[in-house]
């Protein structure tokens, strides 16, 4: 029993076409179409959005954006995300390790 939509699967180098259609700067197709299958249009649609020209709902992008231009702060956000999940680790070991500590000395105080 499958779930039924009415959506159709739109291959990567389909929507890397339809980008440029749309004014995307595109100079390879084959990479562009790599990033699409990798990474996945809908999440790199968030960093194509601000590439988008006014009113946004006509899906036209600026004369000045690239592909490029939006894989710039991808990885950029990509790169912040392992550096504070690094720093976040160091803190949840060291509270783990403190609150482990408070409990096993109170444990061994009431014990004895």
């Known amino acids: 029993m499958g779930i039924q939509s009415d959506k159709v699967y739109t291959y990567p180098i389909e929507i890397a076409t ?15 179409e790599h990033y699409i299958r990798n990474i996945g249009y809908y999440r ?3 960093y194509l959005y601000p590439m988008l020209q006014i ?19 991808y990885r950029f956000d990509k790169k912040l ?11 949840e070991i060291a509270l783990r390790s403190a609150l482990t500590n408070i409990v096993t000395r109170k444990l061994a105080i009431s014990s004895g």
Do not use: C, M
């Open 18 to 32: 339809l980008q440029k259609n749309r004014g995307w700067d595109v100079r390879d197709s084959q990479r562009t």
């Open 44 to 46: 790199l649609g968030a």
């Open 55 to 73: 009113p946004k709902e006509l899906h036209r992008y600026k004369a000045d954006g690239s592909f490029q231009d939006t894989l710039n702060p």
């Open 81 to 91: 995300r392992l550096f504070l999940f690094n720093d976040i680790e160091k803190v």
